[in-house]
């Protein structure tokens, strides 16, 4: 069973039935609406349609929405696009409507205010290099440095970052109540710098009614400087490796990326690892050698999920391509370490809730337990089981359909909706034994590890761990 999760952004590519009901199939686990793209009623009528072929399927997938953020960019071209060429004058100029080879507007005329002589502007991520020599009133004047075929509208960076706009935008206001009203269960936020930017998203998220989990979008120098406040205000983080590294430099950007998934484990914080991870399917049916080790090396260093970007939401090959991404999950986690002792080592837990995860953890892993249940309404135990590896597949057996959900991005972690019960815990550990054997997930005879709080129904209120034989409800010692 593969543990990594996949996110695919839905687009033109994928959104229509048939495509889209193969992706389900193919291992899709959330879905991603890029806000950056498309009108409302695009993303309405992508979340309808997934919602039925995703009941068609039998299959749990969650929502997640992407801001756009405080993308900056350049303005249109005459003809769409121009060819820069090294060593020429190119003026970025706030006051222009239209650019040619010579000068093109701005989107942000704040950019103005942030860069000095000498600093370095990134065009399209990086394949175009344009050295500023001077300020004046409304326009910055460059020299281009490495040059290319400049179209309309690519972004601009500054290399090292420092760039002044703010994490949250109007139309980022806009698209927080437009995620409460389709439900989503994760909102990706972009261009964070601090804590607060992401305790301000959170905010607005509560006021329009919704409790969705928030990601923060590590791409600015800022935020490498600021991720463990980041860490502390959020409940994941995406290592979105392409304005990261026009920034940090792609040099730079392995070792970072190593370095967030760690930490973010270690804060009991989800992680998806995004950008170009199967770049070349946009246009060709298989991935180049070089993404089949980036996806691999993503999974050995325990990202929850890989995320695909224009592969799906724009490529040629949709379905393929997350069915190859998904065999080269599998065939990565049969490598991935599983060192318990070293991960309990010097850790101390305060919580009950959180011992009693971390316990089931180490008994499943020693016994050889077929399963872990977690039976949980917040989703929080089984998401501490998450944080370690142990290979033991772990079943989150809930009551409330939020946590379904969000249990779709957490690694090794397979959601199921249990049928209501009464407060009575022997009864809640039968039809949990029957939820699991219904789905085929464990037969008559298996050892598993079953965590329950009491009293029932509380979040928060795990405090029991039961090892049981399935089928023997008296919770006969398992077979040695």
Same mark, same amino acid.
């Given at each position: 069973?593969?543990?990594?999760?996949?996110?695919?952004?839905?687009?033109?590519?994928?959104?229509?039935?048939?495509?889209?009901?193969?992706?389900?199939?193919?291992?899709?686990?959330?879905?991603?609406?890029?806000?950056?793209?498309?009108?409302?009623?695009?993303?309405?009528?992508?979340?309808?349609?997934?919602?039925?072929?995703?009941?068609?399927?039998?299959?749990?997938?969650?929502?997640?929405?992407?801001?756009?953020?405080?993308?900056?960019?350049?303005?249109?071209?005459?003809?769409?696009?121009?060819?820069?060429?090294?060593?020429?004058?190119?003026?970025?100029?706030?006051?222009?409507?239209?650019?040619?080879?010579?000068?093109?507007?701005?989107?942000?005329?704040?950019?103005?205010?942030?860069?000095?002589?000498? #600093?370095? /502007?990134?065009?399209? !991520? @990086?394949?175009? =290099?344009?050295?500023? +020599?001077?300020?004046? *009133?409304?326009?910055?004047?460059?020299?281009?440095?490495?040059?290319?075929?400049?179209?309309?509208?690519?972004?601009?960076?500054?290399?090292?970052?420092?760039?002044?706009?703010?994490?949250?935008?109007?139309?980022?206001?806009?698209?927080?109540?437009?995620?409460?009203?389709?439900?989503?269960?994760?909102?990706?936020?972009?261009?964070?710098?601090?804590?607060?930017?992401?305790?301000?998203?959170?905010?607005?998220?509560?006021?329009?009614?919704?409790?969705?989990?928030?990601?923060?979008?590590?791409?600015?120098?800022?935020?490498?400087?600021?991720?463990? #406040?980041? /860490?502390?205000?959020? !409940? @994941?983080?995406? =290592?979105?490796?392409? +304005?990261?590294?026009? *920034?940090?430099?792609?040099?730079?950007?392995?070792?970072?990326?190593?370095?967030?998934?760690?930490?973010?484990?270690?804060?009991?914080?989800?992680?998806?690892?995004?950008?170009?991870?199967?770049?070349?399917?946009?246009?060709?049916?298989?991935?180049?050698?070089?993404?089949?080790?980036?996806?691999?090396?993503?999974?050995?260093?325990?990202?929850?999920?890989?995320?695909?970007?224009?592969?799906?939401?724009?490529?040629?090959?949709?379905?393929?391509?997350?069915?190859?991404?998904?065999?080269?999950?599998?065939?990565?986690?049969?490598?991935?370490?599983?060192?318990?002792?070293?991960?309990?080592?010097?850790?101390?837990?305060?919580?009950? +809730?959180?011992?009693?995860?971390?316990?089931?953890?180490?008994?499943?892993?020693?016994?050889?337990?077929?399963?872990?249940?977690?039976?949980?309404?917040?989703?929080?135990?089984?998401?501490?089981?998450?944080?370690?590896?142990?290979?033991?597949?772990?079943?989150?057996?809930?009551?409330?359909?939020?946590?379904?959900?969000?249990?779709?991005?957490?690694?090794?972690?397979?959601?199921?909706?249990?049928?209501?019960?009464?407060?009575?815990?022997?009864?809640?550990?039968?039809?949990?034994?029957?939820?699991?054997?219904?789905?085929?997930?464990?037969?008559?005879?298996?050892?598993?590890?079953?965590?329950?709080?009491?009293?029932?129904?509380?979040?928060?209120?795990?405090?029991?761990?039961?090892?049981?034989?399935?089928?023997?409800?008296?919770?006969?010692?398992?077979?040695?």
């Amino acid at each position: 069973m593969r543990t990594t999760k996949i996110v695919a952004t839905l687009g033109p590519s994928s959104s229509a039935p048939d495509v889209l009901t193969q992706l389900i199939r193919g291992g899709v686990d959330v879905v991603r609406l890029n806000f950056s793209h498309g009108t409302a009623s695009d993303h309405r009528h992508r979340v309808d349609l997934l919602r039925e072929c995703m009941h068609g399927q039998g299959r749990t997938v969650g929502i997640m929405g992407d801001l756009q953020g405080p993308k900056i960019r350049i303005g249109k071209l005459a003809g769409s696009k121009v060819e820069l060429k090294p060593g020429q004058s190119f003026i970025l100029d706030a006051d222009c409507e239209l650019g040619n080879k010579t000068r093109v507007g701005l989107d942000y005329p704040e950019l103005i205010d942030d860069v000095h002589a000498g #600093d370095t /502007l990134l065009l399209d !991520d @990086g394949r175009i =290099v344009l050295t500023v +020599d001077a300020i004046e *009133e409304r326009q910055i004047h460059c020299r281009v440095h490495h040059g290319g075929v400049l179209s309309n509208n690519k972004g601009i960076n500054r290399q090292g970052g420092g760039l002044s706009a703010p994490a949250l935008t109007a139309k980022d206001m806009e698209d927080i109540r437009l995620a409460a009203a389709l439900k989503v269960d994760f909102l990706a936020v972009s261009f964070p710098k601090s804590g607060a930017d992401m305790r301000l998203a959170r905010d607005l998220l509560r006021a329009a009614g919704s409790d969705a989990l928030l990601i923060a979008k590590i791409e600015r120098v800022e935020a490498v400087a600021a991720l463990e #406040d980041i /860490l502390e205000a959020c !409940d @994941g983080i995406m =290592v979105a490796r392409g +304005d990261l590294a026009v *920034e940090v430099g792609d040099a730079s950007v392995p070792a970072l990326q190593k370095r967030m998934i760690r930490l973010a484990r270690a804060h009991n914080r989800l992680v998806i690892t995004a950008t170009q991870m199967m770049e070349s399917m946009i246009s060709s049916p298989v991935p180049t050698r070089a993404e089949v080790s980036d996806v691999a090396n993503a999974v050995l260093d325990g990202t929850d999920a890989v995320m695909l970007s224009a592969e799906t939401a724009a490529g040629q090959y949709p379905v393929e391509t997350v069915e190859a991404m998904a065999r080269i999950c599998v065939e990565a986690e049969k490598s991935a370490e599983v060192a318990l002792e070293r991960q309990f080592l010097d850790r101390v837990f305060t919580r009950i +809730d959180q011992s009693i995860a971390m316990a089931a953890l180490w008994t499943a892993y020693h016994l050889k337990a077929k399963a872990i249940a977690a039976l949980t309404q917040s989703g929080s135990t089984a998401l501490w089981m998450s944080r370690v590896i142990t290979g033991v597949p772990i079943y989150a057996l809930t009551q409330d359909a939020r946590t379904r959900y969000r249990a779709t991005l957490f690694r090794g972690v397979y959601p199921l909706m249990m049928p209501p019960t009464s407060k009575d815990r022997d009864e809640n550990l039968r039809v949990a034994e029957e939820t699991l054997l219904r789905g085929a997930t464990v037969a008559h005879g298996d050892t598993i590890v079953l965590t329950i709080g009491e009293p029932i129904g509380c979040p928060g209120g795990t405090n029991t761990m039961k090892i049981v034989r399935v089928g023997d409800h008296s919770g006969a010692k398992p077979a040695g």
